[in-house]
């Protein structure tokens, strides 16, 4: 089956691209310090949060107008989202880095993190949005050999050198920052390389007005959607940062890193199911609409064994792998683990919304289950520390699945109740 075959390559891939950086975990909570960790996560949390504004997430819009090449020049398509993410992230560059500048003491004084942290962001950002033109390409396309060897090939270069500047050369932060950004800015420039070669990347300028329009209908509601769901994911990390410290920040961040395992797992899923999804849903046809609630239905129960599971082996990892002053973060795991499954539920409903073009919809979802995130993190990190953020989390996600699932099933005639004895 061409599902399941694409569903392991890409879990392998993705599996293999993770599991370095998860390897690389009892070393760096060796060599630095949970406020060394603390700053690096919070640069991860800022790239998610920069990750949907650079671009005006555009790069979503190829997702869906790939299944739309009768219609559509497909290679202007394409140059045309290649030149917009050039000029919306160089904008963006420029103003957070003149921001950043200006405010520098603010910063410093009110979050306790050296400014150059935001610059870096975005200029990682900037550089990562043009690989993931050619990422989203062969995601869709199903090149996922290709896909697979960029993303290791960029992982293993910036693992190896975070080794050798934190290990060898006794940088602390900067040791695992910097090589995410001169990797980024190398595998930009190899993207654009690749691009040039296949014929997205035109020899004159083209800019197509009708599909800057496309995309930007398609993913301006998505960047409230991709910013609400980064305030799911990761504001819990400024509030322990202002309510906490730096150093729970630190102990948090590898406690969540172990528990988005699931995470890992169902956006591995999702990449290769949405091909599969988009192609079934334009045959209209009522067997295949069956076959893709029965894949659901079991994906939901995979999900919630591979919590189980990694529940049960939480302690194991902790005890060979985590240094000693990580280990208070081991109750958080668990919400960790449970909030990706729902997580991962939640891909699997609102990809409906997306094929029907509905990103206003999703965008309102996302925006209701962020300001709820808010307010649980504000009572429950109070009551129970990091572990409440991690809850905050988890319950946000679970909102924001049953909000979407209700939502699709108004919206798509979906058979969810299905006739075991057929």
């Known amino acids: 089956m061409k599902l399941a075959k694409n569903i392991s390559i890409f879990t ?26 603390g700053v690096i996560d919070i640069f991860n949390s800022l790239v998610m949060l920069f990750m949907p504004i650079v671009g005006l997430s555009v790069l979503s819009s190829l997702n869906r107008y790939y299944f739309e090449k009768e219609n559509i020049d497909f290679n202007v398509f394409v140059h ?7 000029c919306y992230g160089l904008t963006f560059v420029v103003v957070i880095s003149t921001l950043s500048f200006l405010l520098r003491d603010y910063i410093s004084s009110v979050a306790d993190l050296p400014p150059i942290v935001l610059i870096l962001a975005v200029l990682y950002v900037f550089f990562s949005q043009i690989s993931e033109i050619i990422l989203v390409l062969w ?3 199903y090149k996922t050999v290709f896909y697979g060897i960029f993303r290791v090939t960029k992982t293993v270069l910036d693992i190896g050198f975070s080794l050798f500047l934190i290990m060898v050369l006794d940088y602390n932060w900067e040791g695992r920052i910097l090589p995410q950004l001169i990797v980024a800015m190398l595998f930009g420039l190899i993207a654009i390389y690749i691009l040039k070669k296949q014929g997205f990347i035109l020899n004159r300028m083209i800019y197509n007005k009708d599909y800057s329009r496309k995309a930007l209908d398609f993913g301006m509601p998505l960047i409230f959607h991709s910013l609400s769901g980064y305030v799911i994911a990761v504001s819990d990390r400024f509030f322990i940062l202002y309510y906490l410290g730096v150093e729970s920040t630190g102990i948090y961040a590898v406690a969540y890193q172990i528990g988005m395992v699931v995470g890992l797992f169902q956006n591995s899923f999702n990449q290769a199911w949405l091909p599969y999804f988009f192609s079934s849903l334009k045959k209209n046809s009522a067997q295949k609409k069956v076959k893709i609630v029965k894949i659901t239905y079991l994906y939901f129960v995979v999900l919630l064994l591979i919590v189980v599971f990694f529940y049960l082996i939480t302690p194991y990892i902790y005890y060979y792998l985590i240094g000693e002053s990580f280990q208070k973060g081991i109750e958080v795991v668990v919400w ?26 999703i965008a309102w979802c996302t925006g209701i289950s962020a300001i709820l995130n808010i307010a649980l993190n504000y009572f429950l990190i109070d009551l129970n520390g990091i572990i409440g953020a991690a809850q905050a989390t988890t319950l946000s996600f679970l909102f924001l699945f049953l909000s979407i699932l209700i939502l699709s099933s108004k919206r798509h005639k979906i058979p969810w109740k299905l006739n075991l004895d057929k």
């Open 139 to 141: 995601r869709i396309s």
């Open 336 to 361: 960790v683990l449970l909030g990706y499954a729902f997580n991962g539920m939640y891909k699997m409903v609102v990809n409906y919304l997306f094929y029907s073009k509905e990103t206003r919809s």
């Open 12 to 37: 392998f891939f993705n599996l293999l691209n993770a599991g370095i950086p998860f390897l690389l975990l009892p070393f760096l909570t060796i060599y630095l310090s949970p406020a060394d960790y």
């Open 80 to 86: 045309t989202i290649f030149i917009s993410v050039l």
